[in-house]
């Protein structure tokens, strides 16, 4: 069965630092998709990667990077040089190719509170 | 601007009394979804459409009805509200089935 694990509930570092999200994932797709999602404290729902299993690239986009690594089954978010905007729930979550409902399979999500 | 929107934002309301909460996207997107998110549980979906007329439960349907009578609109259908359907409501939709989800800015929702 699908699963994604977040094992970190609450994370607290102060401005500067860097931090890095942990997810791992479970599925029997060879084909499946990972994504991060932000929920800052106003609640919406706000999308900041895709990764597809096959691309196991990873990318940088500002502070942000991301560690795919299908050997480990992980998809790990790092964010450099921490502000305090980036306070906010963080969200891993996975879909796969031929998932019954087409859901997006959530972790319980990582708090991330900056400090200054 | 491409976009998601739902309303009302906020609801509070009595046990049985129905309410719909509606959901739209101006992305012609194929499908749509709502999720429910609460504490502990994370979130989790009620239903999903792959397309007109077409919809589905997902892991928490009961309780909730949905339609999709045009490609834009999902509206979400509490026929009989009650206290543990009180939660944060999230419609989503995506262009295609692989493609990535878009979410709306969620409904909070108390029910008495």
């Known amino acids: 069965a699908q699963k994604v694990t977040q094992a970190q509930t609450e994370i607290s570092v102060v401005e500067k630092e860097d931090v890095t999200l942990d997810c791992v994932y479970e599925?029997?797709?060879?084909?499946?998709?990972l994504f991060w999602y932000k929920q800052p404290p106003s609640g919406e729902l706000v999308f900041l990667i895709r990764?597809?299993?096959?691309?196991?690239q990873n990318e940088i986009s500002g502070r942000y990077s991301w560690n795919f690594q299908k050997s480990t089954s992980s998809f790990n978010f790092t964010i450099t040089a921490s502000q305090v905007v980036d306070s906010a729930v963080y969200f891993c979550?996975?879909?796969?190719?031929?998932?019954?409902?087409?859901?997006?399979?959530f972790g319980k999500g990582t708090t991330l509170s900056v400090s200054s | 601007e491409a976009q998601v929107t739902q309303n009302p934002r906020y609801l509070i309301t009595v046990t049985g009394k129905k309410l719909t909460v509606t959901c739209s996207q101006n992305?012609?997107?194929?499908?749509m979804s709502w999720y429910r998110q609460d504490p502990g549980l994370g979130l989790r979906q009620i239903y999903y459409?792959?397309?007109?007329?077409?919809?589905d439960k997902g892991d928490v349907p009961e309780g909730y009805k949905v339609s999709r009578k045009e490609k834009r609109n999902f509206p979400l259908i509490l026929e009989s509200p009650s206290p543990n359907q009180t939660s944060l409501y999230f419609c989503?939709?995506?262009?295609?089935?692989?493609?990535?989800?878009?979410f709306g800015p969620g409904t909070r929702l108390l029910v008495l």
């Open positions: 599925t029997r797709d060879t084909t499946y998709y």
């Open positions: 989503a939709s995506r262009l295609g089935r692989e493609e990535t989800q878009y």
């Open positions: 990764r597809n299993s096959f691309d196991e």
């Open positions: 979550a996975l879909s796969e190719a031929d998932g019954a409902g087409t859901a997006l399979i």
């Open positions: 992305m012609n997107h194929e499908y």
């Open positions: 459409s792959m397309n007109v007329e077409v919809t």
